[in-house]
């Protein structure tokens, strides 16, 4: 598996839908690895806007998820009418979600499951919140809960990101070879649960503070397959610069 994903959490940004698609534009004016997967995750809004001008090059992911079909859920997005938008990703247990938002090791599996149940291939993101937190312990437990009563059929439909809460938005990346420490940790958990084929097909991305000056470190590493960049995705020459640190893996 040589392809390398590259995805952009916006988060809560830009403000103007005219910033979101001047930003595409930017990305698109220029020549993209071949190999590479590009995946952009607007808020909700702009997912519309974004799949009408983006073209094949980029993939759009949303940043949630309703875990309800249908129905009477104010203010709730459900999977279908993301998968119906054109939408291929989902980023599911982002920390911001949990520590912030209140999400549930329950209510992240019941998304998962509602993601998937439509099609959508899930960005699973975990990770411990302190650095010297046992992260065995605590990326066991939210792997576990995370995908119980997921089957082996659907885990072709997952990425999983290991972002250590510490090192998200404070500018202090964890090294690449911790977060390769991490991801082969999360190989044999997901190994254990579903065997070893599935392991080694399971992508898996490093997030926290990834820059254009450290992104190469982690996107090089062959047990690696990518990153996922919040603060740095959204300016427009950061971010093909981490673009160009995945083509230099081609
Ligand atoms: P950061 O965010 O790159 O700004 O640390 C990463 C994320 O939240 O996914």
Redesign the pocket.
């Known amino acids: 598996m040589t392809k390398k994903i590259i995805i952009a959490?916006w988060?809560m940004n830009p403000q103007t839908a005219d910033e979101a698609l001047r930003f595409v534009q930017g990305i698109l004016a220029q020549r993209l690895p071949k190999n590479i997967e590009l995946i952009i995750a607007p808020p909700f809004v702009y997912l519309d806007l974004l799949k009408k001008n983006c073209g094949k090059k980029i993939k759009l992911a949303a940043q949630n998820i309703s875990w309800a079909e249908r129905g009477a859920y104010t203010g709730e997005i459900s999977g279908l009418m993301l998968k119906n938008l054109g939408c291929d990703y989902v980023?599911i247990g982002?920390?911001?979600r949990r520590h912030i938002m209140g999400e549930t090791e329950e209510i992240i599996n019941l998304k998962l499951k509602a993601a998937l149940k439509v099609g959508l291939t899930v960005i699973l993101?975990i990770g411990e919140k302190e650095q010297n937190d046992d992260i065995l312990k605590i990326l066991s437990q939210q792997i576990k809960s995370a995908l119980e009563g997921v089957n082996v059929s659907e885990i072709s439909h997952l990425i999983i990101?290991y972002?250590p809460v510490w090192?998200?938005?404070?500018g202090l990346?964890d090294t690449s070879d911790n977060a390769l420490s991490a991801a082969l940790l999360i190989r044999k958990i997901i190994s254990r649960l579903y065997g070893q084929e599935w392991a080694s097909d399971l992508p898996i991305l490093y997030?926290?503070?990834?820059?254009e000056n450290n992104a190469a470190d982690f996107i090089a590493q062959n047990g690696i397959n990518g990153a996922?960049?919040?603060?740095?995705?959204l300016e427009l020459q950061s971010f093909i610069k981490i673009i160009k640190a995945a083509e230099k893996n081609e």
């Open positions: 959490n988060k980023i982002h920390s911001e993101a990101a972002e090192a998200i938005g404070t990346a997030g926290g503070s990834v820059s996922l960049v919040g603060g740095a995705s």
